[in-house]
Structure formats: structure tokens, C-alpha cells
């Protein structure tokens, strides 16, 4: 497997540009108690470039995050009982997906059966990149073979527990003993195994952040401590997808968006601190963050 360690070129803008040439992200996010991960990948993928962000949310949700987002449209989707996203919404939610470039799918969306169920048979039949992070990933554990039926590329983004989970191990110690080869193992027999007409790229979170799919591995080396907060992970999702929007590959897409994430927390944390972090801070920081990489690639 190749190791990267040029970080990949992200193309200026034209002139003559509108919003929609900067790429159509549609989130799909939220629930109960967990309106903060709706918000943080919408942000991130809208001050990560994108022209166009939509946000699908259960329908008693979307009058909050008509107030706390003013730059995202959202979209409110059937709910069940519980105001997680129901599985009647299933046409509706294709529906925005093909008007879109890339998908998020899984932050703050909760593990309710039936919304996790709505999450598999999405995983399996939506025709457009993926970005799955957080309850897409618990979701996906369960139902690990859901992968064979993938259309398009997906990126997976675990933290060390959530990739623990999708390996069915015992904790995350046997996942940070060894990251690298964890990772690249799980790839390699993801791809090799799995009959997709695309393939996976995981983005394996944690200090020096490992980016890999079937052939080539980044190890990132931006991030810091503080990073290890709630919601800096929703804020990363939204970028990866946002630089795939944009019109990069998958994997550069991930690498650059794990190197501006972490660059982003670096500045935070000379402005506030790592103890006192938040993953606002760093959603904060990446136009911070994306001027010095346009500085450094200038150079």
C-alpha cells in the first residue's frame, strides 16, 4: 500500500462561477438532544466551500434549526414517535439525494430501530458518494454486508470506537494498539471482498488520523488534544463532503479534509486553549485554516 504525504491540489475559483458550480451537499442529521450534529456538518461543509447546503431533518426539529442555520436550507422529513427519521420518508429523502453531489449521512440521527433500518436500506440504495459518520456507522455494524450493495463511493469516518464496533471487537484498545494495520486491513478486505461497483475509503479518526483505501494510506499530521470533543468529528464530515461536492476524488477529498480539520483545531487551540476547546472553535477557525493552505500550496 502507497503512503501520501503531498497533500492534494484544491483548484481556485473562477470568475465566472456560481453557487451551484461549488458543489450541492445534502446532510442528513439529527434528532432529539442531538441538533448540535446537524448543525456542526452543515457548517462545516458550508465554510469548507460549498455552494449549496440541505439539510434533512425530522419535522418537529426543523423550526430549531430554522433559527440556529441561516445559510443551510432545510428540508423536514416524516418522523416516528420517538421524532427520529422515519422509514415513510425513505422517497422523499431519494429524492433530495439526486439533486445533490454528495451525501452526509449518520451524524446525531440516533439508533432507534426504525430510523436505523431507513439508514441501511439508504446506504444500499442511494446512487451518490456517502460521507457516513457516527449513527450511519452503528448502523452499518449491524448490517456489515450492506456494503456489497453500494452504488457509489462511500467514506467511512470511525472514531476508534465505532471502528471497534464495525470490526466486532471487544474494545477500542485492540483498534489503538495497532491503527495502521487495522486500518489497512479493514480496507483492503472491504474492497477485495465486498462485489461494490465503487469502493470504501476510511477515514479512521484520532490522534495522527489515518486516512486509507484499497491501494494508498495518509497518516495526518495536523490536530491536537483538544480536538477530543463532542461534535469536532460532525464538523469533519462536513468537510470531507463538502471538497467531494467541489469535484475532488474521494481520497483527496478525505486527506485534505482531515489536514484542514486539524489545522483548524490548531489555531483554536493557540486562541483558546485545548482544555477549553469546542468543536465551535474549530468550525470557526477553518477560513483561518484554509487561507494558510492556500498560502503554503502557493509556495
Same mark, same amino acid.
Given at each position: 500500500m502507497k503512503r501520501i504525504k503531498k497533500l492534494p491540489y484544491l483548484q481556485s475559483r473562477g470568475k465566472n462561477t456560481h453557487k451551484g458550480s461549488f458543489g450541492r451537499v445534502f446532510v442528513l442529521a439529527g434528532s432529539p438532544g442531538m441538533t448540535g450534529a446537524a448543525y456542526l456538518s452543515s457548517k462545516g461543509a458550508l465554510r469548507s466551500g460549498s455552494g449549496l447546503v440541505t439539510l434533512g431533518i425530522p419535522k418537529s426539529l426543523n423550526p430549531i434549526m430554522e433559527v440556529k442555520l441561516t445559510c443551510v436550507m432545510t428540508h423536514p422529513l416524516p418522523e416516528t414517535k420517538a421524532s427520529t427519521l422515519s422509514f415513510d420518508g425513505r422517497e422523499q429523502i431519494l429524492e433530495l439525494c439526486e439533486i445533490s453531489d454528495v451525501v452526509v449521512l449518520g451524524p446525531g440521527l440516533s439508533q432507534?430501530?426504525?430510523?436505523?433500518?431507513? #439508514? &441501511?436500506?439508504l446506504i444500499a440504495t442511494i446512487d451518490k458518494t456517502l460521507v457516513i459518520d457516527a449513527d450511519g456507522i452503528n448502523a452499518l455494524a449491524l448490517s456489515i454486508d450492506t456494503l456489497k450493495n453500494i452504488k457509489q463511493n462511500v467514506v467511512l469516518t470511525p472514531h476508534p470506537g465505532e471502528m471497534a464496533r464495525l470490526l466486532h471487537l471487544d474494545s477500542t484498545k485492540e483498534v489503538q494498539k495497532d491503527r495502521l494495520n487495522v486500518a489497512t486491513r479493514f480496507v483492503e478486505s472491504v474492497n477485495d471482498t465486498f462485489e461494490n461497483k465503487k469502493g470504501v475509503t476510511l477515514? /479512521?479518526?484520532? !490522534?495522527?488520523?489515518?486516512?486509507? =483505501?484499497? =491501494?494508498?494510506?495518509?497518516? !495526518? &499530521?495536523? $490536530? !491536537?488534544? +483538544? /480536538?477530543?470533543?463532542? $461534535?469536532?468529528? =460532525?464538523?469533519? %464530515? +462536513? #468537510?470531507?463532503? %463538502?471538497?467531494?461536492?467541489? +469535484?475532488? +476524488?474521494?481520497f483527496d477529498a478525505a486527506q485534505l479534509g482531515v489536514y484542514v480539520h486539524g489545522l483548524a483545531g490548531d489555531i483554536a487551540s493557540k486562541k483558546k486553549g485545548e482544555a477549553s476547546m469546542i468543536a465551535t472553535d474549530i468550525l470557526n477557525c477553518l477560513p483561518e485554516a484554509f487561507l494558510h493552505y492556500y498560502q503554503w500550496e502557493k509556495k
Open positions: 432507534e430501530p426504525e430510523t436505523r433500518e431507513l #439508514i &441501511i436500506w477515514v /479512521m479518526k484520532g !490522534n495522527e488520523t489515518i486516512v486509507a =483505501d484499497f =491501494d494508498k494510506v495518509y497518516v !495526518n &499530521i495536523t $490536530g !491536537n488534544p +483538544g /480536538m477530543a470533543t463532542a $461534535g469536532a468529528g =460532525d464538523v469533519l %464530515s +462536513g #468537510i470531507i463532503a %463538502s471538497l467531494i461536492g467541489q +469535484g475532488m +476524488g474521494v
